[in-house]
């Protein structure tokens, strides 16, 4: 069985960088891809960005381009959100999730079938 683990997320002023991590036990992690998504209350959950299982591609969201950097480490079964200049509207609760043998370049949220319980990042202005 799967489990994803998050943690780094807390509060920040705008301008700010966050890493999140998260970790996965279960399986053989260098298996899966692995993506981030985040979801505000009320919201769907969208997409951040993903990679593939040997961290060779990369896919990111228009709306964090350039400030967020994925990357993981198959040797300690972790997945990295490396988040800089942060901005208020970057509040919410991030998710890693995991995709059995996927590219890297999926972006939608059912495609992943492993999520894990999510991490709040706060952005005051």
């Known amino acids: 069985q799967v489990q994803l683990v998050e943690s780094g997320g807390g509060s920040v002023q705008a301008g700010a960088s966050l890493r999140l991590s998260c970790v996965m036990s279960g399986r053989t992690f260098s298996n899966y891809a692995m993506a981030w998504f985040r979801q505000a209350p009320g919201n769907v959950r969208e997409f951040v960005a993903t990679i593939s299982q040997r961290g060779g591609a990369t896919s990111v969201a228009d709306s964090v381009l350039g400030r967020f950097i994925i990357s993981r480490d198959n040797n300690k079964n972790t997945v990295y959100l490396q988040m800089n200049s942060l901005k208020p509207e970057d509040t919410t609760v991030y998710y890693c999730?995991?995709?059995?043998?996927?590219?890297?370049?999926?972006?939608?949220?059912?495609?992943?079938?492993?999520w894990g319980q999510g991490t709040q990042v706060t952005v005051s202005s």
């Open positions: 999730a995991a995709q059995l043998g996927g590219s890297g370049t999926t972006r939608v949220k059912n495609e992943y079938k492993h």
